[in-house]
């Protein structure tokens, strides 16, 4: 199933920015430091784990957020990819994410509620990624999906998702990083946004899925 359908925001490309700022605003989380730019890619604080939210403007309903892993972390701690984002960088930050504990190929669906972190179900066992290897994570209605993509291989949804109404509209995307900038993962490729339209088949709309391109629809997937 295709996925993503949304462009590359940021190629991690440019100057050292402490925090990152350019399309960015930092951090999402209340406590957390920002993510900042090093060597050509996105990556948290020398000293801790960092959060931020791709630009101002929130997304629609229907969204996806996606990045390359181009740096492992080499402890098992957190990345995390966010969307639905409300309220980004105050206490009362609400939203839906994937968090990869990579070391065991561990990922966790969340719920955000005030800042704080609600485990959707069980930890899913998946794909261990090496550098390279892609991220990405949707949510279509009220179903939430994380997708991995390795080396060449086609992006492939780790399970069926998770199922969840509590936050139905559009927000801000974003990404949050745990560690060390020296040990903790490094990102290139930062993508996503609103899909413009729902995946339909005859009457049956279809949850969980990326859009499905039609005959003279305009939309059309990427290959970031």
């Not at 800042?115 to 066992?125: D, F, I, N, P, R």
């Not at 080396?151 to 069926?160: F, K, N, R, S």
Request: include cysteine; glycine fraction near 16%.
């Amino acid at each position: 199933m295709a996925f993503p359908f949304t462009p590359v925001l940021d190629s991690g490309a440019g100057g050292d920015e402490d925090p990152i700022t350019v399309g960015w605003s930092t951090p999402t989380i209340s406590g957390d430091g920002a993510l900042r730019r090093l060597t050509n890619r996105i990556t948290c604080q020398a000293g801790g784990g960092a959060s931020s939210s791709y630009r101002t403007t929130p997304t629609i309903a229907d969204c996806e957020a996606y990045c390359t892993v181009s740096v492992v972390n080499t402890a098992d701690e957190g990345l995390t990819l966010q969307l639905r984002l409300a309220n980004p960088g105050t206490g009362g930050v609400d939203g839906y994410e994937i968090v990869l504990f990579n070391l065991s190929g561990t990922y966790f669906y969340a719920r955000i509620d005030n800042g704080a972190e609600t485990v959707l179900g069980a930890g899913v066992g998946g794909p261990i990624l090496v550098a390279g290897d892609k991220l990405g994570l949707a949510m279509v209605n009220t179903t939430l999906v994380a997708y991995t993509k390795q080396g060449a291989g086609a992006w492939t949804p780790i399970d069926a998702g998770r199922t969840d109404a509590t936050y139905p509209a559009g927000g801000n995307i974003g990404a949050r990083i745990s560690g060390d900038s020296g040990t903790s993962y490094h990102l290139t490729d930062f993508g996503g946004g609103g899909l413009e339209k729902t995946p339909v088949i005859g009457s049956v709309v279809l949850t969980g899925v990326a859009p499905i391109p039609r005959r003279g629809s305009i939309i059309t997937p990427v290959t970031p």
